[in-house]
């Protein structure tokens, strides 16, 4: 019966989709997808298309702090293009160009709204540029956007907050758009193609993708108007240069070997001969500092956490306040004590 079961259900599931790859290719490869998760991308990628043909006009920017290329950055934003996309390596100062174009927009008379994939990202970037900034989440719901916990979309008729109704001309910015999931992305497309506000995307496609059906940023990055799609590679956060260079080759993935190669020389990857001594250097760093150490398993965190233990008590100074390692799906409670300071997350 179960069998039966799962064979109806297997054909409903095969009929109800679409084919990604040719005939040929071999089962055990996934090929198959939704229809509606089809329609999304072609939603994004038609609205993208639409936006980059339309003409557009660069403003004039002129004094500040900017480099060349930011300086371009914050005209093209500040202007009349309908889409604009703008990447750059961490430390490339995209924050510093958000909070310039803030300031030419406001005053062409214009708004600008600041969204990000996440709270904590959006409160990162207010604090930075001086201004409001959202969950792309939030301004969705806004404007009646919501989903379920299945991935079930709807809309109902809503009234936005006064401080997030665009108008024409405004720019809805969306900053780590490289982060943005399809089905958010769309609905502030959507927000933007019914207020009639201006788009832009800001982030990196080589830092961290969505967590749901990611892409977004190179669909932009492929579809925008070439005027309209600026690169900012000169690297401000590091004070050594040589440093700064080795970032962008990190970046971009060419030579790795050469690379690792480097960062072994300069002491910042340390190899270890086995995980023993890998463990106790560790557990000495970050019982002596109150290093904060990320492991990729369970077992490695367990480890960790009973060899700082140890020290502390060795050293006399278990009564005080402990961080101890964690992994990146949840917290290992084995050895943990009194006076222990135990870190998480909330996810918003």
Same mark, same amino acid.
């Given at each position: 019966?179960?069998?039966?079961?799962?064979?109806?259900?297997?054909?409903?599931?095969?009929?109800?989709?679409?084919?990604?790859?040719?005939?040929?290719?071999?089962?055990?490869?996934?090929?198959?997808?939704?229809?509606?998760?089809?329609?999304?991308?072609?939603?994004?990628?038609?609205?993208?298309?639409?936006?980059?043909?339309?003409?557009?006009?660069?403003?004039?920017?002129?004094?500040?702090?900017?480099?060349?290329?930011?300086?371009?950055?914050?005209?093209?934003?500040?202007?009349?293009?309908?889409?604009?996309?703008?990447?750059?390596?961490?430390?490339?100062?995209?924050?510093?160009?958000?909070?310039?174009?803030?300031?030419?927009?406001?005053?062409?008379?214009?708004?600008?709204?600041?969204?990000?994939?996440?709270?904590?990202?959006?409160?990162?970037?207010?604090?930075?540029?001086?201004?409001?900034?959202?969950?792309?989440?939030?301004?969705?719901?806004?404007?009646?956007?919501?989903?379920?916990?299945?991935?079930?979309?709807?809309?109902?008729?809503?009234?936005?907050?006064?401080?997030?109704?665009?108008?024409?001309?405004?720019?809805?910015?969306?900053?780590?758009?490289?982060?943005?999931?399809?089905?958010?992305?769309?609905?502030?497309?959507?927000?933007?193609?019914?207020?009639?506000?201006?788009?832009?995307?800001?982030?990196?496609?080589?830092?961290?993708?969505?967590?749901?059906?990611?892409?977004?940023?190179?669909?932009?990055?492929?579809?925008?108007?070439?005027?309209?799609?600026?690169?900012?590679?000169?690297?401000?956060?590091? &004070?050594?240069? *040589?440093? =700064?260079?080795?970032?962008? +080759?990190?970046?971009?993935?060419?030579?790795? #070997?050469? @690379?690792? !190669? $480097?960062?072994?020389?300069?002491?910042?990857?340390?190899?270890?001969?086995?995980?023993?001594?890998?463990?106790? &250097?560790?557990? *000495?760093? =970050?019982?002596?500092?109150? +290093?904060?150490?990320?492991?990729?398993?369970? #077992?490695? @965190?367990? !480890? $960790?956490?009973?060899?700082?233990?140890?020290?502390?008590?060795?050293?006399?100074?278990?009564?005080?306040?402990?961080?101890?390692?964690?992994?990146?799906?949840?917290?290992?409670?084995?050895?943990?004590?009194?006076?222990?300071?135990?870190?998480?997350? $909330?996810?918003?």
């Amino acid at each position: 019966m179960l069998i039966k079961l799962a064979e109806d259900a297997t054909v409903r599931a095969i009929s109800a989709s679409a084919p990604l790859l040719d005939d040929d290719i071999p089962e055990h490869i996934r090929a198959l997808t939704s229809r509606d998760v089809l329609g999304v991308e072609a939603d994004l990628s038609s609205s993208f298309a639409v936006r980059a043909s339309l003409p557009g006009l660069h403003v004039t920017i002129t004094g500040g702090d900017l480099d060349e290329k930011q300086m371009r950055a914050v005209a093209t934003l500040a202007g009349k293009h309908r889409l604009v996309v703008v990447e750059g390596a961490a430390g490339a100062g995209k924050t510093a160009t958000l909070a310039a174009t803030r300031t030419a927009i406001v005053q062409t008379g214009y708004a600008m709204i600041v969204v990000t994939p996440t709270l904590k990202a959006a409160q990162v970037v207010a604090n930075e540029i001086g201004s409001q900034a959202h969950s792309a989440a939030w301004l969705a719901r806004q404007y009646g956007f919501s989903w379920d916990n299945d991935g079930r979309g709807t809309r109902e008729l809503s009234v936005p907050s006064c401080d997030v109704v665009l108008c024409r001309g405004d720019l809805l910015l969306i900053d780590k758009a490289g982060m943005l999931d399809q089905d958010t992305a769309r609905a502030l497309v959507t927000i933007a193609d019914e207020t009639g506000a201006r788009l832009a995307l800001v982030g990196d496609r080589h830092q961290l993708p969505a967590v749901g059906r990611g892409g977004v940023l190179d669909i932009a990055a492929h579809l925008a108007d070439p005027e309209a799609r600026l690169t900012l590679d000169n690297v401000h956060r590091f &004070a050594d240069p *040589d440093y =700064a260079k080795l970032s962008l +080759a990190m970046r971009s993935g060419q030579n790795p #070997e050469a @690379v690792f !190669d $480097l960062l072994v020389q300069r002491g910042q990857i340390v190899v270890r001969s086995d995980e023993a001594s890998r463990t106790a &250097a560790l557990a *000495d760093d =970050a019982a002596a500092t109150g +290093a904060l150490v990320v492991a990729d398993t369970r #077992e490695q @965190v367990a !480890d $960790l956490n009973q060899a700082i233990h140890e020290r502390l008590v060795t050293a006399g100074t278990r009564e005080l306040p402990l961080r101890y390692a964690i992994n990146y799906v949840e917290l290992a409670y084995a050895s943990t004590a009194y006076g222990d300071q135990v870190e998480t997350t $909330l996810v918003a």
